[in-house]
């Protein structure tokens, strides 16, 4: 429950989801699991609610829900600002960081060198390393930075994501470079070895914060290796958005399938996507987190003490649809853990009704399975609204199988252009018998996850005053549910 001693209490301050306690956040960095903790770093600014000089701001939960604030991890230093990257618990010392009795964990991120840049150089991103002794509590740089120099002639040169490969016993790196990956290989994480590009043939958009993972084909016992890029332009609800490949990773070069790119999510506001180091979940699945906003509007938003929030973190599974393996993505399940007294939805609903409970319909977790068999109406959804006539709309539409998130009048407008530009719209398999549905929502956000998690959709959203209405409604027809449960949600602050 929130405590009084904190301002988590502002106007669209999310109560569930990560927010640093003031200042401006990007992209979710550096996250492993060790003993017991899970490790949060981002993209902070501690000065403003804009961006500025990147530090590593930090926080660590053990459940993946609550989370405590650390101080800063990474300040800029005279190599430059600290960008993203990510850290791994180094558990055979191949560092040689290590003092024999904690593993060394070894963060890996970019400098990016402001002042090399204004000399309008092509070298001023780079990549350094830091370590801890101490369970990620205190940081070191490491003497000999940077470890990767760029000498490509591109710009762009940022966001390593460092895994552990034991088929070669070596650490590889995937880094974005301008429009494509670069993979490096390296036995101990100071002196790197160039191995190989991906990208797409004529495909000059800007890739950022990649991440390479192999992930159980359900069923069997192959496996596949998922690469996943963030794309700053043309995403699919307008603007930044995380992208993936399935494919297969050699050692050296990663192949996609023919499917080819795909994204993770379909609305407007995950971005930077990338996964925890080190976590106990075997092969099967991976837990990843994702920045909760737009670079269209990101540091325009309506908050005030702080800028933007992360997604709640998602379990990365593998699964089958129609044929080709996809990304399911859904909710850690700690996050159940913060439901309360259930309302319990009529099994069959025509034209609208309200949710009625003592709770905040923005800060609760949706779950319907819709019968879809016996469901007569031509659409179907969720409608959030408020005194001053704020709304927000949800539409799953049968003919056209499509969701649609509006929120094109959910609060005053006038900060950003391109936030209100026209509704969010994905397809989804309507034909079933059966559908999936859950939804979390959280002052400033939905997330939608349906069909097993294959189809993930969130959008923020700052209504004048809070939502305090919750209907869900159906037209042309009669919404028929398995099961139709609304909890209200705690406060993790
Ligand atoms: C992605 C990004 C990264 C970069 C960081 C800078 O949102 O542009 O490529 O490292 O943000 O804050």
């Known amino acids: ?189 100071k002196e790197w070895e160039y191995l190989s590009e991906f990208g797409i043939e004529g495909d000059t958009r800007l890739w950022e914060c990649p991440d390479l993972f192999r992930l159980r084909v359900p069923g069997t016992r192959e496996a596949k290796w998922v690469l996943l890029v963030s794309i700053q332009q043309e995403g699919p609800s307008g603007g930044t958005g995380t992208s993936y490949f399935v494919g297969d990773f050699d050692g050296t070069v990663f192949t996609a399938d023919p499917a080819g790119q795909k994204w993770l999510d379909h609305g407007a506001d995950n971005y930077a996507f990338v996964t925890w180091d080190n976590a106990p979940t075997g092969w099967g699945s991976r837990l990843g987190i994702g920045w909760m906003s737009n670079w269209q509007y990101a540091q325009q938003v309506p908050t005030v003490a702080w800028r933007s929030a992360m997604t709640v973190p998602r379990m990365l599974s593998l699964a089958e649809d129609s044929g080709e393996l996809v990304l399911s993505a859904l909710p850690v399940p700690a996050v159940t853990g913060l439901r309360g007294a ?61 969701v649609t998130v509006d929120r094109t009048a959910s609060g005053p407008q006038g900060f950003s252009d391109a936030f209100f530009k026209g509704p969010h719209k994905a397809t989804v398999d309507l034909s079933q018998e059966s559908l999936d549905i859950r939804v979390l929502l959280d002052a400033a956000s939905i997330e939608i996850f349906a069909d097993r998690g294959i189809l993930n959709f969130t959008d923020i959203f700052f209504p004048e005053s809070p939502f305090d209405e919750l209907s869900i409604w159906a037209e042309g027809g009669t919404l028929v549910l398995f099961d139709g449960t609304v909890y209200p949600m705690d406060s993790i602050w």
């Open 1 to 189: 429950s929130s405590s009084p001693t904190n301002a988590y209490n502002e106007p669209h301050r999310p109560q569930f989801h990560f927010t640093p306690r003031e200042a401006w956040m990007n992209d979710p960095n550096g996250m492993f699991y060790l003993d017991g903790e899970y490790h949060l770093s981002y993209q902070f600014y501690p000065d403003s609610t804009v961006w500025g000089p990147m530090h590593w701001g930090h926080a660590v939960s053990t459940d993946l829900v609550r989370w405590k604030h650390l101080p800063v991890a990474l300040a800029p230093d005279s190599l430059g600002y600290i960008f993203s990257g990510s850290a791994v618990v180094d558990h055979k010392n191949t560092s040689g960081f290590g003092n024999g009795s904690e593993p060394p964990v070894v963060a890996v991120y970019t400098y990016h060198n402001p002042i090399l840049e204004a000399a309008g150089g092509d070298d001023f991103q780079y990549q350094g390393i830091a370590y801890s002794l101490d369970k990620g509590r205190t940081w070191t740089k490491y003497a000999g930075n940077p470890v990767l120099a760029n000498d490509t002639g591109v710009r762009d040169f940022r966001d390593p994501k460092v895994f552990w490969h034991g088929e070669s016993e070596k650490w590889i790196m995937v880094l974005a470079v301008y429009d494509r990956v670069r993979l490096y290989a390296s036995s101990n994480l």
């Open 342 to 402: 259930e309302v319990q939805l009529p099994m069959e609903l025509r034209d609208s009704i309200r949710v009625e409970g003592d709770f905040s319909p923005t800060q609760c977790d949706i779950s319907l399975l819709v019968d879809l068999e016996n469901t007569t109406a031509s659409s179907f959804g969720l409608v959030l609204k408020n005194a001053g006539g704020d709304r927000l709309t949800v539409t799953f539409d049968r003919s056209e199988e499509t």
